[in-house]
């Protein structure tokens, strides 16, 4: 069982720079893939950014952060990041942090449902 506690949401200028932290407790962090999905008011979720298991893990991110967001992960202390530079108002939404126990496969990672563990989410607001 692993739960998983995201932190760093907060209220920000367009243009500004965010990093979100999502921890986990319990076994065998680094053989778990993880991700970042994002939720704006009265939308789905939607795939922001994951990566795979074990050190150096690949990542892969929706077009419409390619470029602007990265995330990366420290095995060492169970912990998973979302650097977010260039922030947009359509940034804003409140950012969950997902866990699977296996590495990322073909295309299922972007599918919400292949998530076996989810966080409460973190808010994050974008000012224009």
């Known amino acids: 069982q692993v739960q998983l506690v995201e932190s760093g949401g907060d209220l920000v200028q367009a243009g500004g720079s965010l990093t979100l932290s999502c921890t986990a407790s319990?076994?065998?962090?680094?053989?778990?893939?993880m991700a970042w999905f994002r939720q704006a008011s009265g939308k789905e979720r939607e795939f922001v950014a994951a990566?795979?298991?074990?050190?150096?893990?690949?990542?892969n991110y929706a077009d419409s952060v390619k470029g602007r967001f990265t995330i990366s992960r420290d095995n060492a202390k169970d912990t998973v990041f979302l650097r977010m530079n260039s922030l947009k108002p359509e940034d804003t939404a409140l950012y969950y942090c997902?866990?699977?126990?296996?590495?990322?496969?073909?295309?299922?990672?972007?599918?919400?449902?292949?998530?076996?563990?989810w966080g409460q989410g973190t808010q994050v607001t974008v000012s224009s």
């Open positions: 997902a866990a699977r126990r296996s590495n990322l496969d073909s295309s299922s990672y972007l599918d919400q449902t292949w998530y076996n563990y």
């Open positions: 319990g076994r065998f962090f680094s053989l778990y893939s």
């Open positions: 990566i795979g298991w074990l050190y150096g893990g690949v990542t």
